[in-house]
């Protein structure tokens, strides 16, 4: 079965890190595009950043410069590490598999 | 960048009366592999989206056969043929042809 879950989300201070990982099961996170995509509170679905299979990373102007999509092919995980980490960034996190499969999401909320 | 523009906002919907929710494309979705990069998703309260219609028109595994897309090039249409208690959510189309982008979202109630 095709499953993804995410973790490493919580409350963070503004300016402060956060790494988010995904661990996908049932599939090889190398052989498919993955991406992230949040949400706010009570919005629509943003993109985030997308891994393709080659390796290509690319992301959204709002997150250029200060988040990283890495996977790790060992672990069968994808990851994002959050870095200055601003209040307009507080939403439920989700990874997501070729845009067909998605994970539960996990909520980072910065605030101080 | 290629934007996502969905219609109407909302829709409220008697039980087994249609719906039917628009989406428009800045750019054309279709790719020169010959497919067209464009999905819809439904989101219920509490939980991920989850995939409904992928390539304009192809049912996911799983989709009741009352949920239908169709369109071409910059638009395209998701119809709910006979709307249930269970379709209530929120509805939203997206392209894959240049990463990603989500239209913002059409909500669904019953009356």
């Known amino acids: 079965e095709v499953q993804l879950v995410e973790s490493g989300g919580g409350l963070i201070q503004p300016g402060g890190s956060l790494r988010l990982s995904c661990a996908a099961s049932g599939f090889t996170v190398s052989s498919n595009y993955m991406s992230w995509v949040r949400q706010a509170p009570g919005k629509g679905l943003e993109w985030v950043s997308v891994?393709?299979?080659?390796?290509?990373?690319y992301y959204a102007d709002s997150v250029k410069g200060r988040f990283t999509i890495s996977r790790d092919n060992s672990k069968n995980t994808l990851y994002l590490q959050m870095n200055s980490l601003r209040a307009e960034d507080t939403a439920v996190y989700y990874c997501?598999?070729?845009?067909?499969?998605w994970g539960q999401g996990t909520l980072v909320t910065v605030s101080s | 960048d290629i934007v996502m523009t969905q219609t109407p906002l909302s829709l409220s919907v008697t039980p087994g009366q249609p719906a039917s929710i628009s989406c428009k494309s800045s750019?054309?979705?279709?790719?020169?592999?010959?497919?067209?990069?464009l999905y819809w998703y439904l989101q219920k309260p509490g939980q991920p989206p989850q995939l409904l219609i992928y390539e304009v028109s192809n049912r996911f595994s799983g989709v009741p056969d009352r949920f239908s897309g169709s369109g071409s090039g910059t638009d395209f249409t998701l119809k709910i043929s006979r709307v249930e208690a269970e379709d209530v959510g929120v509805y939203y189309c997206?392209?894959?042809?240049?990463?990603?982008?989500f239209g913002g979202g059409t909500k669904v109630e019953i009356k």
């Open positions: 997206m392209q894959s042809i240049q990463l990603l982008t």
């Open positions: 891994i393709y299979s080659g390796g290509s990373t």
């Open positions: 750019q054309s979705l279709l790719h020169s592999d010959g497919k067209t990069y």
């Open positions: 997501a598999r070729d845009a067909v499969t």
